[in-house]
């Protein structure tokens, strides 16, 4: 099953969890799955972050999905100069 | 992930001269101040003479007496922001910080903040008229310092802002407008095993982006409601986005177009006068012409966060780091708008430790509201980080690169934002910057010299390009990106390198939003990658259709057809068809020839760079010259090396000044006592040396021609290689920037 | 002040005869710009900081943000417009070129003048009297380095070396 692995900001809202392996295998799925799992977390929260998929950030992951094995990581948008 | 990156090259990497230059050095090329249209007025804005205020009343009726204005405007002309977010290509914006820039809404923030505009029949007459606008104030007390606001009985800027990041989310409003803290490992352990530890606060003014044009625009709205404006804009689209968000005219009205654009630096990645020149042409029936003036250009645009950054490092007594705990205090003006997420995940991203901590605090101050600089957020905890470093690696008796290499991260390693390195140029970078012969001179007394090292993160985004092709086989590649250092010559280079034509034969053009599919701004050092990767695309579409024309011709399949050097090549060559020979068969071949591509860039990848300088103190005086400034970058591929360079120096020159010369002096009524250059003082010509550049390509495998991105990163490593060179020289320790004569004097004598 | 009367003034903008019609408080820069439609003359500041605005008066470097348009009366001007001759860059705009020496370009007509200015005074200027000649024109783009080269390396073409 993919990996999720939380930020460390969001463990206040995820009761400390630092990472969970999820069944979904696309983003909105992730964000709904995520969402029932750790109410706190809110899809608006989750929806501001852009999504590493192993290692490549995609800063707009509506239709990503993923693989089994796959390491998701949300990290803050970040805007450049 | 990994794709085919491209290595051998013909035209990528030469330094051709840029395809509007001519027009540059000749004075031809039209920038945001130059467009003057039949039957154009002047649109001049009222500003805040105090700090924090409510606004009583607005009356114009003395204004509107004199012969010659048309037209007013305040806030009541413009929809209420409510809570509505408006996308952005990098982060949403939240109208509620956007709108009250362009017209305060009750309440005025900081001084100079937009109170009232009025348009004339002439600059002179508008700015008169502007006096003549009446506006009553009731003032409120008001709050500079961060520490002061940061209390809970400091004049409270806003009461609809609650601290962000804190859970639960607070009930009572606050000037902190957020928090943040990361971690990874365990910090207190980390210090455990340390045996030196070492802990400084470093602070960084306000400063400003410096950009040498005002802000400028021509707005005009014809009898259909279509609104034109042309303006200096670090993208059209962004300013097509925020004008219309702020108006509340419907988007698709808007036709940008981007002028040249006189320097931006992240300043010009929002919008100030646009969206009020576009109420008054459309109030007043006649184009409207706004340019801001340096002093309001001071005052109400840009200025750069300033920040308070407290850093503890430990290390074991071989060098290796144990722990990295940093706490960042930004100040983020009037509304939250400061980088304070970048600087919390980005500060310690050029080490390898187990154990980092970084927490950050936004604060609101009746400043002007802060917006992005460079490499947002990163220069000033990196400031922290890297003088520590090179204390560290002072006591220990190591040489401060080699410190350096034996920490550095390399592919595989984790940083404490959670994305792991793939193949990237640090290493590589020190050991440049060990074996450049500035880093041999041997250093005299009152002499000294300094390190520093830095990452940026790099942006993707959305872009697109258009190629056509006329009937003599000369290029038109059309792209939607402003040029603010010479894009166009490396959209050129990419385009010729797959094409197989001189870049000579190719005319790159920035083009309006109407003429051009949606692509983001020139910001986040994303322009080469990723419009240069839309570019790519479309050339390999339009090769694909060369191909296909010259198999129709020859009656052979398409894949008998080969693409050599800008020729269409069958028959083990006895067959040719030059791009020349197939755009003038177009006609009779399937039509004109022409291309698009558009893509969401997920392929950035991050850029490291590290600078050494030299300096020498005056001891009598406090003043301090630069030397010797040596810069090294990993561009992951260098399309365009001497533009790639001016990046580089450029960046490295603005660091430089952040460091010596440039803050923000406010009075205690919160008025900038030093908005304009003279008093602002940016390095000049004779305050530096050459700036010497060693460009390492690292190719980002991500990218077909393994480009990374080059314009952020630069700004970062001066700062702490030009603070640790002068604390070197001169034997003292300041930590509070920017190391002016007079302060660097005081330490001396202290 | 709306209503002054305007100022006519008789002047000569790069060789050829000009006239126009000015507000008493107009600087050149302004109506250069505005009222003539050379734009080529930049302006970044209005108070003779930045040096985007650089002409020459008389054969004098001037900042023309700080010059009253009612004073060119009968004075030589030559602008950026005028430094291209018979379809010719001159040696100092080639060499700017060459060395990718502007990225925005707005300082770059200023610098133009001011550089080739220095030139016809002192045809050999050191790397630092380049420097110091330059240090009224701000350029926040490059660091100066590459274009203090091409002002060196234009002089060098200009004395046919």
Not at chain 2, 178 to 201: H, P, Y
Request: proline share 6%.
């Amino acid at each position: 099953m993919p990996k999720v692995i939380f930020p460390s900001n969001w463990q206040q809202y995820t009761n400390g969890t630092k990472e969970v392996a999820v069944a979904a295998g696309k983003y909105q799925d992730l964000v709904v799955e995520l969402h029932q799992r750790f109410p706190a977390l809110t899809r608006e929260m989750i929806e501001k972050h852009a999504l590493a998929i192993n290692g490549v950030m995609i800063l707009t992951p509506l239709l990503e999905s993923f693989e089994q094995d796959s390491e998701l990581l949300f990290v803050a948008r970040i805007a450049g100069g | 992930m990994t794709i085919n990156v491209k290595t051998d090259f013909k035209y990528v990497g030469t330094r051709p001269i840029r395809p509007d230059g001519l027009d540059k050095v000749t004075g031809r090329a039209m920038y945001g101040a130059d467009l003057n249209v039949q039957g154009m007025i002047y649109g001049h804005i009222v500003r805040s003479p105090y700090a924090h205020a409510k606004i009583k009343s607005i009356d114009f009726s003395e204004a509107l007496k004199l012969p010659g204005v048309l037209a007013t405007m305040s806030a009541d002309d413009l929809p209420d922001p409510g809570d509505i977010k408006i996308p952005g290509g990098e982060v949403d914006f939240e109208l509620k910080v956007f709108s009250p820039i362009i017209m305060a809404r009750g309440k005025v923030f900081f001084h100079a903040q937009a109170v009232a505009a009025v348009a004339a029949t002439s600059a002179s007459l508008a700015a008169e008229a502007a006096k003549l606008v009446k506006v009553e104030y009731e003032i409120l007390p008001h709050v500079l310092d961060v520490h002061a606001a940061a209390r809970e009985d400091a004049p409270l800027l806003h009461d609809d802002v609650f601290t962000q990041g804190v859970d639960p989310v607070p009930t009572k409003p606050s000037n902190v407008s957020a928090q943040l803290e990361l971690k990874m490992g365990d910090i207190d352990a980390g210090f455990a095993k340390a045996d030196l530890v070492i802990e400084r606060t470093y602070c960084v003014p306000m400063c400003h982006q410096g950009y040498i044009e005002p802000h400028a625009c021509v707005a005009q709205i014809d009898e259909s409601g279509k609104v034109d404006i042309w303006c200096c804009t670090q993208g059209a689209f962004m300013v097509r986005t925020l004008t219309s968000a702020i108006t509340g005219i419907d988007v698709g009205k808007f036709k940008v177009t981007p002028s040249e654009i006189g320097g931006g630096f992240g300043g010009k990645t929002t919008v100030y006068i646009e969206p009020v020149a576009v109420i008054l042409a459309q109030k007043s029936g006649r184009p409207v012409k706004i340019v801001m003036s340096r002093e309001d250009v001071f005052r109400a645009s840009g200025p750069v966060s300033s920040s308070e950054t407290r850093v503890k490092i430990g290390v074991t007594k071989d060098g290796k780091i144990t722990a990295i705990d940093t706490d960042i205090v930004m100040d983020s003006g009037a509304f939250s708008s400061s980088p304070i997420f970048p600087a919390v995940m980005f500060g310690s991203a050029c080490y390898r430790c187990d154990n980092i901590r970084s927490s950050g605090t936004e604060v609101l101050t009746n400043k002007p509201k802060v917006y992005a600089y460079r490499a947002p957020g990163a220069p000033q905890p990196m400031l922290a980080v890297e003088c520590v470093i090179n204390e560290i690696a002072q006591k220990l008796n190591m040489d401060p690169i080699d410190f350096r290499l034996l920490n550095a991260v390399d592919e595989g390693d984790v940083p404490l934002f959670g994305v792991p390195f793939q193949a990237i140029g640090l290493k590589t970078a020190l050991r440049e910057a060990k074996k450049h012969p500035n880093y041999q001179a041997v250093l005299k007394e009152n002499q000294g010299r300094g390190v520093g090292a830095a990452f940026w993160i790099n942006a993707g985004m959305q872009s697109s390009a258009t190629i056509n092709v006329s009937e003599d086989g000369r290029i038109n590649v059309l792209t939607g990106n402003p040029d603010i250092g010479g894009s166009r010559a490396s959209m050129a280079l990419m385009a010729a390198e797959v094409l197989g034509v001189p870049m000579e034969t190719i005319r790159p053009t920035v083009v309006d939003t109407d003429s051009i599919a949606y692509s983001d701004l020139t910001g986040g050092s994303r322009t080469t990658l990723a419009t240069g990767g839309a570019v790519i695309k479309a050339a390999e579409a339009l090769v694909e259709e060369l191909k296909k024309r010259a198999a129709a011709l020859w009656a052979l399949d398409i894949k008998e057809i080969e693409w050599v050097d800008g020729k269409a090549v069958a028959a083990n060559g006895e067959k040719v068809f030059t791009l020349a020979e197939l755009a003038a068969k177009a006609g009779v071949t399937g039509g004109p020839l022409c291309a698009v591509a558009s893509h969401n860039a997920h392929n950035a990848a991050p850029s490291f760079a590290v600078n050494v300088c030299d300096v020498e103190v005056d001891r009598e005086t406090g003043k301090v010259d630069i030397l010797r400034y040596t810069c090294v970058q990993d561009a992951g591929k260098a399309i365009h090396p001497a533009y790639v360079e001016g990046q580089m120096q450029g960046g490295a020159v603005q660091g430089i000044g952040w460091a010596l010369n440039e803050e923000y002096l406010f009075n205690e009524r919160g008025e900038l006592d030093n908005a304009g250059f003279l008093d602002y003082r940016i390095p000049v010509a004779s305050d530096l040396p050459m700036i010497d550049t060693v460009i390492v390509e690292v190719p980002n495998p991500l990218h077909p021609y393994g480009v990374r991105g080059v314009g952020e990163v630069s700004i970062c490593p001066p700062m702490p290689a030009v603070v640790t060179a002068v604390n070197q020289a001169a034997g003292i320790l300041v930590c509070d920037l920017p190391l002016s004569p007079p302060k660097v004097l005081a330490a001396i004598d202290a | 002040m709306s209503k002054q009367r305007k100022t006519h003034v008789s002047t000569t903008v790069n060789g050829e005869p000009c006239e126009f019609l000015c507000e008493p408080t107009q600087v050149l820069s302004d109506v250069l710009r505005n009222n003539l439609n050379l734009t080529g003359t930049k302006e970044g500041c209005n108070t003779g900081d930045c040096g985007a605005c650089s002409v020459m008066l008389d054969g004098a470097l001037v900042c023309a943000c700080l010059v009253l348009a009612v004073e060119v009366q009968d004075r030589d001007i030559e602008t950026i417009e005028g430094v291209a001759k018979e379809g010719k860059l001159h040696p100092i705009q080639q060499k700017l070129l060459e060395h990718a020496a502007l990225q925005c370009g707005i300082c770059t007509p200023g610098v133009v003048i001011a550089s080739k200015a220095l030139l016809e005074k002192n045809p050999d200027p050191s790397e630092s009297e380049v420097r110091y000649w330059l240090a009224g024109n701000l350029c926040r783009c490059t660091g100066y380095d590459k274009i203090i080269r091409a002002v060196l390396d234009a002089g060098a073409v200009m004395r046919g070396e």
